[in-house]
């Protein structure tokens, strides 16, 4: 059912900009690659630099880019994890009547055209 939704979900075009402003190229050597996947392609890229860390990188960005478009909306980040490789809740956003807060799972991908799964865990009380 989620996979039903976010297939059919409109895309969001942004500009390159965007993505870039989340890199740090001195600070995480790993966003080299991505950086090369993301302006050319991944065909770019050796096949070795292709899984490992960039999946991570490729997620990170992703989850940077989404809290970039919702704090120009007027949302504002209670917490999100800076960097790549960890578990848990990507995003945790206030609404901008700060009434609510907002549970983010953020999916990103290198593949033109493809949606990566999203595998719901059951919810504990």
Excluded at 53 to 71: F, I, K, P, Y
């Amino acid at each position: 059912m989620i996979n039903a939704a976010l297939r059919s979900a409109p895309a969001i075009a942004f500009d390159g900009a965007r993505v870039s402003a989340c890199l740090d190229f001195s600070k995480r050597p790993g966003d080299l690659p991505f950086a090369l996947a993301w302006t050319r392609s991944l065909r770019s890229l050796a096949s070795h630099e292709r899984g490992g860390a960039l999946a991570g990188v490729t997620g990170h960005v992703a989850e940077s880019v989404v809290e970039l478009l919702l704090a120009e909306l007027g949302y504002h980040a209670v917490h999100d994890f800076i960097g790549p490789g960890r578990h848990g809740v990507d995003l945790l956003m206030l609404f901008p009547a700060a009434d609510h807060v907002l549970a983010i799972e953020v999916k990103g991908t290198l593949r033109p055209g493809c949606v990566p799964a999203c595998r719901a865990a059951p919810w504990r009380r």
